[in-house]
T-cell receptor, first 111, second 113 residues
């Protein structure tokens, strides 16, 4: 089925560990996004990529890095995880006038 | 900076009731507005997309309206069902086609049998 695939679905990290969240879309969308969702804070944009080869900071980029590997894939890396990065992470893709398509999320706990 | 507000944060209604969910935004220069549904522990599903030139969109029992001049959108759900219980989020895209979405915090709806 067409859509946005995120891996892993769940992850527990110790403070200071690193990890990469993977995201892939098969809808040939130009734009891809990483959001985090926290209780009471709503969805906040971490980084986005308007097209292959470009990335830009969103609202809360500190502590994260991204790579737009190709048109399909957009990964999010935590170099040194902190408890404040415990959250649910969503990847999304879109193209001009169409609606966003979201992945099912990655639930990350940093202990 | 665009701000999107959804009030109230939670709503509980009996089955069968027609209801309206409200969304307000501060910058009327929007490109489009979208309504999403999120079930507990799940991702977001797009319900309706309204372009800035449109006034409303309909899908089944759902109708979304847009009034850019007043900075408001409403999502109307007809004949609510327990299966409609979820969180409904409003999001606006301002500027051009490649600009980003700004989300409201959502309204958690509970439809009682």
């Amino acid at each position: 089925n067409a859509g946005v695939t995120q891996t892993p679905k769940f992850q527990v990290l110790k403070t200071g560990q690193s990890m990469t969240l993977q995201c892939a879309q098969d809808m040939n969308h130009n734009s891809m996004y990483w959001y985090r969702q926290d209780p009471g804070m709503g969805l906040r944009l971490i980084y986005y990529s308007a097209s292959e080869g470009t990335t830009d900071k969103g609202e809360v980029p500190n502590g994260y890095n991204v790579s737009r590997l190709n048109k399909r894939e957009f990964s999010l890396r935590l170099e040194s995880a902190a408890p404040s990065q415990t959250s649910v992470y969503f990847c999304a893709s879109s193209d001009s006038r169409v609606s966003y398509t979201f992945g099912s999320g990655t639930r990350l706990t940093v202990v | 900076k665009q701000e999107v507000t959804q009030i109230p944060a939670a709503l509980s209604v009996p089955e069968g009731e027609n209801l309206v969910l409200n969304c307000s935004f501060t910058d009327s220069a929007i490109y489009n507005l979208q309504w999403f549904r999120q079930d507990p522990g799940k991702g977001l599903t797009s319900l309706l997309l309204i372009q800035s030139s449109q006034r409303e969109q309909t899908s089944g029992r759902l109708n979304a309206s847009l009034d850019k001049s007043s900075g408001r959108s409403t999502l109307y759900i007809a004949a609510s069902q327990p299966g409609d219980s979820a969180t409904y989020l409003c999001a606006v895209k301002r500027g051009g086609a490649n600009s980003k979405l700004t989300f409201g915090k959502g309204i958690t709806l509970s439809v009682r049998p």
